[in-house]
């Protein structure tokens, strides 16, 4: 399974970004997809995840600003990031559960003025 992400960049606190993932191969066996960030000097973190059937779940920190998505035939998972913070500032990682764990390439997220 390959994971190809789009969609990082600059953006001004309190704007808004929508990354996206999409996977190709054997992306039947999928079972669940999701996100993770890590910043400069931190340990990589769980940012958002959905599994197949729907049930979706968020770190505290992005509750209610953060929405993860799937599109199915597409095999693409997104991740709408509203009300931007500055500490929301880090390379945001797509992965998917197969077989084994894939990952992403990963994409750099900046919210700055």
């Known amino acids: 399974v390959e994971l190809v992400e789009s969609g990082g960049g600059l953006v001004q606190p309190g704007g808004s970004l929508r990354l996206s993932c999409a996977a190709s191969?054997?992306?039947?066996?999928?079972?669940?997809m999701g996100w993770y960030r890590q910043a400069p000097g931190k340990l990589r973190e769980l940012v958002a995840s959905?599994?197949?059937?729907?049930?979706?779940d968020y770190a505290d920190s992005v509750k209610g600003r953060f929405t993860i998505s799937t599109d199915n035939a597409k095999d693409t998972v997104y991740l709408q990031m509203n009300s931007l913070k500055p500490e929301d500032t880090a390379v945001y990682y797509c992965?998917?559960?197969?077989?084994?764990?894939?990952w992403g390439q990963g994409t750099q997220v900046s919210v700055s003025s």
């Open positions: 959905v599994v197949r059937g729907g049930i979706t």
């Open positions: 191969g054997s992306a039947f066996n999928i079972r669940a």
């Open positions: 992965y998917a559960d197969g077989i084994v764990r894939y």
